[in-house]
């Protein structure tokens, strides 16, 4: 913001105000199948850290109401998704239009369906299960588990299903991270979604070597940590940080 500064009562010269923004990035935590947000408190906490408002919250079926697991569907949990992200984006600290979604395994599925319903700035998805859409509103515990597992060791076309029809809509910024050793999503689910983001703003792809589905050793866990804060410390920064073309030509050194 350009100022005028009064000097000596009767000179003025000019000044620049540059202004911290007054609302945060908001960032949405989507946890996978049988965890719950209990497991993503530390990483919500260093997220904060980097200047966000950033939120867990239990799916249906975990949690406080793991009562109806056996009863919840996909329909339900994207229910889910979409109701957290709505009372994130609309808290006041928050810039609705710098929304972050970060899901795991069956929250990436979420989180990349969720995507083609919210306006999504940054997505983050590790290991991204994908599921057709046969049985969408059928209890998820009751889903064919050895369709599903033949369905993600090919690697699919965007129009397959609703999440890579939804990536292939995507126009932000996007992380993609898989596991080396993952008997759950193998390399070529994972090759389903890089493949699927087409319109992405940008894309980065990640294999985390050694590291399972779950990231149990610690070594993964750092590696990822620090892949996730890199990379979306990197898109915060860059979305505060004025394009060159906006930016007045420096003035030659007196």
């Not at 911290?20 to 908001?26: F, K, Q």
């Not at 710098?98 to 319903?117: P, R």
């Not at 599903?148 to 609703?162: L, N």
Request: with cysteine; proline share 6%.
């Amino acid at each position: 913001m350009q100022v005028r500064i009064p000097v000596d009562g009767t000179e003025a010269v000019q000044g620049t105000i540059v202004a911290a923004p007054t609302s945060l990035p908001g960032v949405l935590i989507v946890h996978g199948w049988d965890s719950d947000q209990a497991h993503y408190q530390i990483r919500a906490e260093d997220l904060a850290a980097l200047g966000c408002v950033c939120m867990t919250f239990d799916l249906r079926g975990h949690g406080r109401r793991g009562d109806l697991k056996a009863t919840v569907s996909r329909a339900d949990n994207l229910r889910d998704v979409l109701a957290a992200f709505d009372l994130l984006a609309g808290q006041a600290s928050v810039d609705p239009a710098a929304m972050a979604l970060i899901g795991t395994s069956y929250g990436g599925y979420l989180a990349a369906i969720a995507s083609a319903e919210r306006e999504v700035r940054w997505l983050a998805l590790r290991v991204p299960a994908p599921y057709p859409d046969d049985g969408w509103n059928v209890p998820k515990q009751q889903l064919d588990r050895a369709a599903i597992r033949a369905y993600r060791e090919k690697v699919q076309p965007p129009e397959s299903d609703r999440a890579l029809a939804a990536c292939l809509a995507f126009r932000g910024d996007v992380l993609v991270v898989g596991s080396d050793c993952d008997r759950l999503v193998p390399r070529e689910g994972i090759a389903s979604y890089v493949r699927a983001f087409q319109a992405a703003r940008s894309i980065t792809h990640r294999m985390i070597a050694g590291a399972d589905h779950g990231l149990s050793d610690e070594r993964s866990q750092r590696t990822y940590d620090a892949l996730l804060s890199g990379w979306l410390t990197e898109m915060i920064l860059g979305a505060r940080t004025p394009d060159t073309h906006e930016r007045p030509a420096a003035a030659p050194a007196r």
